[in-house]
């Protein structure tokens, strides 16, 4: 990373979690899921990661940071948290490939790593079709973890 500036973060899909139990999607305990926070906060983390290192070793440059989800299989949203509801309908990711990369300016002061993550996240989300997801709801995901 000293010389080429590259830094990778590569995050397993957890596959211990089963549907929720109240939830309508699938109850098929053999299926992939995907608590939709573990997207929230990773996207988060990268951000923040990024900003800092900008901010240290390369204040006066753009930063890239790409994110890639990848899947052969089908993946569900579920909420994965036993104080909330489980989600009214199925979210699936069906397969394939997400790509999605920002580009933070080189005035990192006007960079708010929460937001950028949330939008980045929310681009995800909606690929398993929860149009109904929006910035603020995961910006109060962000802030239960990192408060």
């Known amino acids: 990373m000293h010389q080429s500036g590259q830094f990778i973060s ?6 211990h979690y089963g549907p929720d139990w109240d939830g309508f999607g699938s109850q098929d305990q053999s299926g992939k899921y995907l608590p939709a926070y573990f997207p929230v906060l990773f996207m988060a983390e990268a951000v923040l990661l990024a900003t800092r290192l900008q901010g240290d070793i390369a204040r006066d440059e753009e930063f890239t940071v790409q994110f890639r989800f990848e899947s052969e299989e089908p993946w569900e949203l579920v909420v994965a948290d036993p104080r ?3 989600f009214h309908r199925g979210y699936k990711f069906t397969g394939g490939t997400w790509e999605h990369s920002i580009t933070l300016p080189s005035d990192i002061g006007t960079v708010d790593f929460r937001q950028t993550a949330a939008e980045a996240a929310r681009e995800l989300l909606l690929r398993f079709g929860w149009i109904g997801v929006t910035t603020d709801l995961l910006r109060g995901i962000q802030d239960q973890a990192f408060d």
């Open 10 to 15: 590569a995050h397993p899909l957890p596959t």
């Open 84 to 86: 909330r509801s489980g």
